[in-house]
C-alpha cells in the first residue's frame, strides 16, 4: 500500500474511532474513578471488555502472526511514573484519549490540559538520559534484576520466549480474570437494581394503604 493509501486508512480508522469515544464519553480514568468515587461502573464495565478483547486478540497476534511486538523494561521506575500519569490525568478530569476529545468540542480547560500534555512530555525528553532508572544501562538485562529494580521484559512474547508457553495462554487467562471481575460487578448492580425495586415497590404499596386509612378517619 502507499503512503497516501496508508495515510488514508489511518484517518478514516481515526476518525471511526474518535466517533465512537466522542458519542459513548468513554474515558479511562473515568472508568477506574467513578467505580471507586460514585459507584458507577458504566465505563469500568466497557474499559474490562475493551481489555478482554484486547488480551486475546494481541497474544493470538503475537503467537501466529509475524509483527514487531514492543518489547521494554519494565522496573520501580515505571511503576513511579505510571501512579504520577494516573494522578495527573485525576486532576485533569480527563485522560488523554477524553482529553483530545473534550479539546476538540471547545473545552478550554481540556487544551490546556493537552497542550502542557505535551509541554511536559517534551521537557522530560530532555531529562530522559538523567532520569533514566537505574542510571547503569547493563542492568537493563531483559531479565529480573531485583538487585537494580528491574522486573524484566514486559508482555506475553517475552514469557513465550522464556517459558515456551504461547503468548494467547497467558492472554486467555488475563481475559478469565477480567471477565470474573466483570461478572462480579453485574451481580452487585443486580443486587442493587432488585434492592431499588423493592423499595419503590414498599413505597407504592404503602401510599395506597396511608390514603385509605385517611379517608376512612374522614
Given at each position: 500500500?502507499?503512503?497516501?493509501?496508508?495515510?488514508?486508512?489511518?484517518?478514516?480508522?481515526?476518525?471511526?474511532?474518535?466517533?465512537?469515544?466522542?458519542?459513548?464519553?468513554?474515558?479511562?480514568?473515568?472508568?477506574?474513578?467513578?467505580?471507586?468515587?460514585?459507584?458507577?461502573?458504566?465505563?469500568?464495565?466497557?474499559?474490562?471488555?475493551?481489555?478482554?478483547?484486547?488480551?486475546?486478540?494481541?497474544?493470538?497476534?503475537?503467537?501466529?502472526?509475524?509483527?514487531?511486538?514492543?518489547?521494554?523494561?519494565?522496573?520501580?521506575?515505571?511503576?513511579?511514573?505510571?501512579?504520577?500519569?494516573?494522578?495527573?490525568?485525576?486532576?485533569?478530569?480527563?485522560?488523554?484519549?477524553?482529553?483530545?476529545?473534550?479539546?476538540?468540542?471547545?473545552?478550554?480547560?481540556?487544551?490546556?490540559?493537552?497542550?502542557?500534555?505535551?509541554?511536559?512530555?517534551?521537557?522530560?525528553?530532555?531529562?530522559?538520559?538523567?532520569?533514566?532508572?537505574?542510571?547503569?544501562?547493563?542492568?537493563?538485562?531483559?531479565?529480573?534484576?531485583?538487585?537494580?529494580?528491574?522486573?524484566?521484559?514486559?508482555?506475553?512474547?517475552?514469557?513465550?520466549?522464556?517459558?515456551?508457553?504461547?503468548?494467547?495462554?497467558?492472554?486467555?487467562?488475563?481475559?478469565?480474570?477480567?471477565?470474573?471481575?466483570?461478572?462480579?460487578?453485574?451481580?452487585?448492580?443486580?443486587?442493587?437494581?432488585?434492592?431499588?425495586?423493592?423499595t419503590v415497590a414498599a413505597h407504592a404499596t404503602a401510599a395506597p394503604a396511608g390514603k385509605s386509612?385517611?379517608?376512612?378517619?374522614?
Amino acid at each position: 500500500m502507499s503512503v497516501v493509501g496508508e495515510c488514508l486508512v489511518a484517518f478514516v480508522f481515526g476518525s471511526v474511532v474518535g466517533l465512537l469515544v466522542q458519542r459513548s464519553r468513554f474515558c479511562n480514568t473515568a472508568a477506574l474513578r467513578d467505580a471507586m468515587l460514585f459507584k458507577s461502573f458504566r465505563n469500568t464495565k466497557a474499559l474490562l471488555i475493551a481489555m478482554m478483547i484486547l488480551s486475546v486478540g494481541f497474544t493470538l497476534f503475537m503467537t501466529f502472526g509475524q509483527g514487531h511486538p514492543m518489547e521494554f523494561d519494565v522496573g520501580i521506575n515505571s511503576i513511579i511514573g505510571l501512579f504520577l500519569f494516573g494522578l495527573g490525568m485525576v486532576l485533569a478530569g480527563a485522560c488523554t484519549v477524553s482529553t483530545w476529545v473534550k479539546a476538540a468540542e471547545g473545552n478550554v480547560g481540556a487544551a490546556w490540559a493537552l497542550l502542557f500534555t505535551f509541554v511536559g512530555m517534551f521537557l522530560f525528553s530532555l531529562v530522559w538520559s538523567v532520569t533514566y532508572w537505574p542510571p547503569a544501562p547493563a542492568s537493563m538485562t531483559g531479565q529480573p534484576n531485583l538487585e537494580a529494580l528491574q522486573f524484566g521484559q514486559a508482555n506475553a512474547a517475552t514469557l513465550q520466549k522464556n517459558l515456551g508457553i504461547p503468548a494467547v495462554v497467558f492472554g486467555t487467562i488475563q481475559a478469565l480474570i477480567l471477565f470474573a471481575i466483570y461478572r462480579a460487578i453485574r451481580r452487585k448492580e443486580d443486587a442493587q437494581q432488585l434492592k431499588h425495586d423493592a423499595t419503590v415497590a414498599a413505597h407504592a404499596t404503602a401510599a395506597p394503604a396511608g390514603k385509605s386509612g385517611r379517608a376512612a378517619a374522614e
